[in-house]
């Protein structure tokens, strides 16, 4: 298995910025494609980014222009990079990893535990 371990997360002020970082370890495993996920209290979780192993980004609609994400491929490690927060980015964050073994085309979804986030002054 693959797990996952994020990092970064905490109390900011409105306007303020966090770096989040999430580590993927194991044996014999290639990742394909990493995000950020969150979910705030009563609500669903949604897709706040993701990246490619080539590089290609995704982003919601929402966060466009405040958030980055990136990958250090030999690091297996993504980072999102949250700029201008709000209160309502206040929301438990997981990193999400689509991983396969070498020579199968089987896709494994991983989670992290969770990264709490909280926009407050």
């Known amino acids: 298995q693959v797990q996952l371990v994020e990092s970064g997360g905490g109390l900011v002020q409105p306007g303020g910025s966090l770096r989040l970082s999430c580590t993927a370890s194991?044996?014999?495993?290639?990742?394909?494609?990493m995000g950020w996920y969150r979910q705030a209290p009563g609500k669903q979780r949604e897709l706040v980014a993701a990246i490619a192993s080539s590089g290609d980004t995704f982003y919601a609609d929402s966060d466009k222009g405040r958030i980055t994400i990136s990958r250090d491929n030999a690091k297996n490690t993504v980072y999102l990079q949250m700029n201008s927060l709000k209160p309502e980015d206040t929301a438990v964050y997981y990193c999400n990893a689509h991983w396969s073994r070498p020579g199968s085309t089987t896709i494994v979804v991983s989670w992290g535990q969770g990264t709490q986030v909280t926009v407050s002054s």
């Open positions: 194991g044996s014999a495993f290639r990742i394909n494609r």
